[in-house]
């Protein structure tokens, strides 16, 4: 089955700094890679995914990198606001099994003013 | 808007006991799902649904039952409770299960002693 590893299990940055998170995937045949963003005392949120057919994805401040060759993808926060602080979570899912999603471990991202 | 209802959102079981964790959800989605979320393992998928009347099993299924009698609602039965079944369930649900983005409750705290 599908193995997701994701780094690091926490980030601390300063306000208005970027911050990268990284994941890596075991099968070749995982073609959807979504990004959910979890706040304390909440459930998860998706905030972008990405398909296999593209290599990267922005939306405003957050973007996501596809390597398929190397099996890895990344999110990428700009300009990180306090808000932006949270636990992420990369997930990975093969050619048609959709919301089966396997989940990486998590990262917990803290900004500081 | 309610979206994913959970509950309860705490509650502490002694080891043997029989506890069903309730989920609801409003969206008319037909696809359902129970995660449990340990630190540093993510989310890892227990029981899925892909319309009522049918369940399947995810990563993790043993010592958890499931039934889906409707659309709306899905609940997560532990027959007899372990202590490795501490954790944080939350559940969710999708338009379908291989389409679109999963939205989550606000999890349960289960604590087995």
């Known amino acids: 089955g599908e193995n997701v590893e994701q780094h690091p299990s926490t980030l601390s940055v300063q306000e208005g700094d970027s911050a990268v998170i990284k994941c890596t995937y075991s099968?070749?045949?995982?073609?959807?890679f979504p990004w959910y963003k979890q706040e304390l005392g909440k459930g998860p949120q998706l905030i972008i995914d990405?398909?296999?057919?593209?290599g990267e994805k922005k939306d405003q401040r957050i973007a996501v990198t596809l390597n398929k060759t190397a099996k890895h993808f990344s999110l990428h926060i700009t300009e990180t606001q306090p808000e932006d602080s949270a636990v992420y979570f990369c997930?990975?899912?093969?050619?048609?099994?959709?919301?089966?999603?396997?989940f990486g471990g998590g990262t917990r991202l803290m900004v500081k003013p | 808007t309610a979206g994913i209802t959970q509950a309860p959102t705490s509650q502490i079981l002694a080891a043997g006991r029989s506890m069903t964790l309730r989920c609801t959800q409003d969206?008319?989605?037909?696809?359902m799902y129970w995660y449990r979320q340990d630190l540093g393992l993510g989310l890892r998928l227990i029981h899925y649904s892909n319309t009522a009347g049918t369940t399947g099993k995810g990563e993790v299924p043993d010592g958890y039952s499931v039934s889906r009698a409707n659309t709306d609602d899905f609940p997560l039965t532990l027959a007899s409770a372990v202590p490795s079944q501490t954790s944080v369930y939350f559940c969710?649900?999708?338009?379908?299960?291989?389409?679109?983005?999963?939205?989550f409750g606000e999890g349960s705290r289960l604590t087995v002693l």
């Open positions: 969710a649900s999708s338009l379908a299960l291989n389409t679109g983005e999963l939205f």
């Open positions: 990405i398909r296999s057919n593209v």
């Open positions: 099968d070749s045949a995982s073609n959807y």
């Open positions: 997930a990975a899912s093969p050619h048609n099994a959709g919301n089966m999603l396997t």
């Open positions: 969206m008319r989605h037909n696809a």
